[in-house]
T-cell receptor, first 115, second 113 residues
Framework: SAVISQKPSRDICQRGTSLTIQCQVD?????MFWYRQQPGQSLTLIAT?????????ESGFVIDKFPISRPNLTFSTLTVSNMSPEDSSIYLC????????????FGPGTRLLVL | QQQVKQSPQSLIVQKGGIPIINCAYE??????FPWYQQFPGKGPALLIA?????SEKKEGRFTISFNKSAKQFSLHIMDSQPGDSATYFC????????????FGEGTQLTVNP
């Protein structure tokens, strides 16, 4: 299994600022993903974080708004840029162990409120 | 476009009951179907998963039934307990997409004592 931690666990930010969320996995994972979840709703995939190369973004999400880094197999960051109240959400990272399609482990999430 | 549809949105059962949550998918290329359980303030945790080469999989009190021709799958929770109260998500992925999961809308389950 893999244990995933995220920092910060929650934050309150002002409109127009940026926040970087960190995701740390306790073991090497092949795939890392970033999701957004509105309270009481489902998870929406933002992007796949690729080690050493640009992230792969889903439709509706762009690099300028959500830049992602993944410098190694156990760490990734997601930045929410130029925030607006619409960005208020829970941001989750997940990691999948080598072998691809098997279990994805999720972090506890970062709860973001933009005023 | 929602590719995995989940129902019901919420479900209330008595302790010992058997809640059933249903999901339907559109993309026949999906070949991996996990169920996740999420408690308030926590990230989702894998509960059980199935591939389309079997029609049923059981792990403890949790059973997945899979109907490939109907493109439907369901989660049954036997002898449900108040501790099972959580939100349940079905999901689907295809190997060619590199494990990217498409989630259903979620079902909020309440098991009353």
């Amino acid at each position: 299994s893999a244990v995933i931690s995220q920092k910060p666990s929650r934050d309150i930010c002002q409109r127009g600022t940026s926040l970087t969320i960190q995701c740390q996995v306790d073991s090497q994972v092949t795939m890392m993903f970033w999701y957004r979840q509105q309270p009481g709703q489902s998870l929406t995939l933002i992007a796949t974080a690729n080690q050493g190369s640009e992230a792969t973004y889903e439709s509706g999400f762009v690099i300028d708004k959500f830049p992602i880094s993944r410098p190694n197999l156990t760490f990734s960051t997601l930045t929410v840029s130029n925030m607006s109240p619409e960005d208020s959400s829970i941001y989750l990272c997940s990691g999948g162990l080598a072998g691809g399609q098997e279990t994805q482990y999720f972090g506890p999430g970062t709860r973001l409120l933009v005023l | 476009q929602q590719q995995v549809k989940q129902s019901p949105q919420s479900l209330i059962v008595q302790k010992g009951g058997i809640p059933i949550i249903n999901c339907a998918y559109e993309n026949t290329a999906f070949d991996y179907f996990p169920w996740y359980q999420q408690f308030p303030g926590k990230g989702p945790a894998l509960l059980i998963a199935i591939r389309p080469d079997v029609s049923e999989k059981k792990e403890g009190r949790f059973t997945i039934s899979f109907n490939k021709s109907a493109k439907q799958f369901s989660l049954h929770i036997m002898d449900s307990q108040p501790g099972d109260s959580a939100t349940y998500f079905c999901a689907a992925s295809k190997e060619t997409s590199g494990s990217r999961l498409t989630f259903g809308e979620g079902t909020q389950l309440t098991v009353n004592p």
